[in-house]
C-alpha cells in the first residue's frame, strides 16, 4: 500500500510538471490557449425589464426550482415564482449559425416552466440546426398571491424578449428580420397571442428597446392550448407551424385546429400535424418511436421551407 501511495503521489508530481511546460510552452510561442467550447459555458441571462421598472412585482422574492438547489451545470427541471422575467442566451456555433433566432417559450400550466425540456433541450436542439435560441422565463398566471395574467404579464414579457433580441441582433448574429417563437402548452398560448397582437415598434418611445417590433416573423405551436379567448388572426399574423397530438390529447388538440382555423380564414400560411396518439407533454422525446416522436423534424423541414436555415 505504501509502494502504491508513492507511486501515485509521483504521477501526481509528473503530470503537474507536465501541465507546467506546456503552459510555458504556449506563452514562449505566443501561442493562444483554446477557450473553452460555447455549450460549455454558463448561458447568459438577460433581464427583460430594468430594476424598478413600474411593471415588476415581487422582484426580491427568490424562485423556486426543481431540485432546489442545483450545482453548476445541473438540470433544472422546473421554475415556479418568477417575478423578474428573463432570457437565457444559447447563441448556435458560429460554424452552424444560420442568423435565425427562435424565443423558446416553456409550458407548465402557468404555474410552472418545464425549463429543461421544453427550454434548454430544445435551446440544444436549435443550436444543432445553427438556429440560436433564446428560453424565456415568464410570470406565470398561477402564482399564489399575486395577479398576473395570460393576456397581460406574460404577453408583456414575450413581446419584451422579441424586442430585445431585436435590439442586440448584431451583439448576436441574429437577423433582425428571422426571429420567431416556438411555444410548448402554455407557452404555446404566447406564441397565438404573439402572432395575432402585436406592434412593429414604438417609435415615439425613448427606449431604444421599444422601438423593435413585437411582431414574429414565424410561430410554432406544439400542443398549445389556452382558457377562452379571443384568436382572431389579423391578415399579417405570422406563418405559423402547429401541432399535436389527437386522440389523447383533445382539448390541445382541439385548440390547435381552432388556432389553425383563424389563420386559414385570415389567408396566413400556416402547416397543421394532428398524430393519431402520443398524449401531452414530452417535447422532442422520441416517444418510442411513434409519429408523435418525430415533429420536430417536421418542424425543421418547415423552417428550411420558409428559408430560416440558410447559412448566415
Given amino acids: 500500500m505504501l509502494g502504491m501511495n508513492r507511486s501515485i503521489r509521483m504521477s501526481s508530481q509528473r503530470s503537474c510538471r507536465a501541465v507546467a511546460l506546456l503552459v510555458g510552452l504556449f506563452a514562449a510561442l505566443q501561442l ?6 460555447a ?3 454558463t448561458p447568459q441571462v438577460v433581464a427583460l425589464w430594468p430594476a424598478g421598472s ?4 415581487g422582484a426580491g422574492e427568490k424562485e423556486l ?3 432546489p438547489n442545483p450545482q453548476p451545470g445541473q438540470r433544472i427541471n422546473s421554475i415556479r415564482n418568477v417575478h423578474n422575467p428573463s432570457i437565457e442566451v444559447h447563441l448556435a456555433p458560429a460554424d452552424k449559425a444560420t442568423g435565425t433566432a427562435i424565443i423558446v417559450a416553456p409550458g407548465g400550466g402557468h404555474s410552472q416552466l418545464v425549463w429543461a425540456s421544453e427550454g434548454t433541450d430544445i435551446a440544444k436542439w436549435l443550436n444543432s440546426i445553427g438556429i440560436s435560441a433564446f428560453v424565456l422565463k415568464y410570470r406565470l398566471a398561477q402564482t399564489p398571491n399575486y395577479h398576473y395574467t395570460v393576456e397581460g404579464d406574460a ?8 424586442r430585445i433580441v431585436r435590439a442586440r441582433a448584431k451583439e448576436w448574429g441574429v437577423k433582425t428580420d428571422h426571429v420567431g417563437i416556438l411555444g410548448f402548452s402554455a407557452g404555446g398560448a404566447l406564441a397565438a397571442l404573439a402572432d395575432i397582437r402585436f406592434d412593429r415598434g414604438k417609435s415615439a418611445s425613448t427606449d431604444v428597446i421599444e422601438q423593435q417590433s413585437c411582431r414574429p416573423d414565424f410561430v410554432g405551436l406544439v400542443y398549445a392550448g389556452w382558457a377562452p379567448m379571443d384568436i382572431t388572426a389579423p391578415k399579417d399574423a405570422a406563418p405559423a407551424f402547429l401541432t399535436s397530438a389527437g386522440k389523447d390529447d383533445e382539448f390541445h388538440a382541439r385548440e390547435t385546429v381552432e388556432f389553425f382555423n383563424s389563420l386559414f380564414k385570415a389567408g396566413v400560411p400556416a402547416d397543421l400535424f394532428i398524430y393519431g396518439h402520443g398524449g ?3 417535447a422532442i422525446s ?4 411513434i409519429p408523435f416522436g418525430t415533429w420536430h423534424l417536421r418542424f425543421q423541414e418547415w423552417l428550411a421551407d420558409m428559408g430560416q436555415l440558410n447559412k448566415a
Fill in 32 to 37: 493562444p490557449l483554446i477557450p473553452a467550447r
Fill in 39 to 41: 455549450d460549455e459555458a
Fill in 54 to 57: 413600474a411593471t415588476l412585482q
Fill in 65 to 67: 426550482l426543481s431540485p
Fill in 155 to 162: 404577453l408583456q414579457d414575450t413581446q419584451r424578449a422579441m
Fill in 280 to 282: 401531452h407533454g414530452g
Fill in 286 to 289: 422520441p416517444r418510442k418511436g
